[in-house]
């Protein structure tokens, strides 16, 4: 589904699901958000296939999650791109970042940080162990980024300015695994920098990776995009509904009512939700509420959005 959508206020916008199952309702709160956002402001929203962590995928999700948004109306832009086809990509930004001496390689696995990294707000601090070369005897294991600026500010579109110590993040981290695989705070930054991405809006659980990609914007030689992150679902144990705590996957035959919920969380809540509209009159009625109040505005009244037992 790619229609051509102007956008004449240069704002482009992604949702990037992992094809790890069928998009359930905490994932459909961010490709709802999202657009939106996009949407409102008059701009481009892209849809990429997160696919490079392979030992995640499973058969047949992909096609899922492109059903469920098509049965949405949650049309996107331009061609679906897949982080698997991306890998000549970021084995070019590696390269740059360790010959610019923005990386390094780390033979440090996690039973070791968990030993000598001290308590963070993410887990083990790095202690910075191979940071100016491998202990003797050593092997490395994966590539870390140099936390070079520890302390941030941005700006965020739904929450304010927010301030962040990269050091107690966790300091050097990860971009390409143990298992050879490039992580996500890389693969990210890479592909949104293809797509000319200038506006994340995503969860709050990853609001500690925009340090760390902004980090890597700044070694890259560009300018990293505006974050905006949205409350995320949570199921009765004050865990973030997913797919790993028993979310179960959104019912194209009832895409009515499950969009309806949906904005009904985001004070959005279409006209009759008992009986609601379909996907596409439901939308035009969010984005012709959004005229009179932002989404920052609705979101801030929700700080957390509890899910009953019935979505699990």
Not at 168 to 173: C, M, P, R, V, W
Not at 231 to 240: N, R, S, T
Not at 273 to 299: F, I, Y
Request: charged share 20%; net charge neutral.
């Amino acid at each position: 589904m790619t229609p051509s959508h102007r956008n004449d206020s240069g704002y482009v916008g992604r949702f990037a699901p992992t094809p790890s199952g069928p998009l359930h309702a905490g994932s459909l709160l961010a490709a709802v958000v999202s657009w939106l956002d996009a949407r409102h402001h008059g701009g481009r929203w892209h849809l990429r296939i997160d696919d490079i962590d392979g030992p995640r995928v499973r058969p047949a999700a992909e096609s899922l999650i492109l059903q469920t948004l098509e049965a949405l109306a949650l049309c996107w832009d331009g061609p679906l791109t897949h982080q698997s086809d991306r890998t000549p990509a970021y084995e070019a930004a590696l390269d740059t970042l360790l010959n610019g001496d923005h990386a390094f390689a780390c033979a440090c696995s996690r039973r070791d940080l968990t030993a000598t990294g001290q308590p963070g707000w993410e887990g083990p601090v790095y202690p910075g162990t191979c940071r100016n070369g491998l202990p003797a005897g050593r092997e490395a294991r994966a590539v870390r980024a140099r936390a070079r600026q520890r302390y941030w500010e941005v700006e965020d579109g739904f929450l304010g300015l927010v301030s962040f110590d990269l050091e107690a993040l966790g300091s050097d981290f990860v971009i390409r695994r143990a298992d050879g695989i490039f992580a996500y705070q890389l693969a990210t930054v890479v592909d949104d920098l293809k797509l000319g991405i200038t506006h994340v809006v995503r969860g709050i659980d990853l609001l500690g990776s925009t340090p760390r990609q902004l980090q890597l914007y700044q070694a890259l030689g560009h300018t990293g995009p505006r974050h905006a992150h949205h409350p995320v679902l949570v199921a009765g144990d004050g865990a973030k509904l997913a797919k790993a705590t028993g979310a179960v996957g959104v019912r194209t035959d009832a895409v009515r009512q499950e969009l309806a919920a949906i904005l009904t969380r985001i004070g959005l809540a279409p006209s009759d939700p008992s009986t609601p509209d379909t996907p596409e009159q439901q939308l035009s009625e969010a984005l012709s509420r959004l005229r009179d109040s932002g989404l920052r505005d609705l979101l801030l009244l929700s700080a957390t959005l509890p899910v009953g037992p019935d979505r699990r």
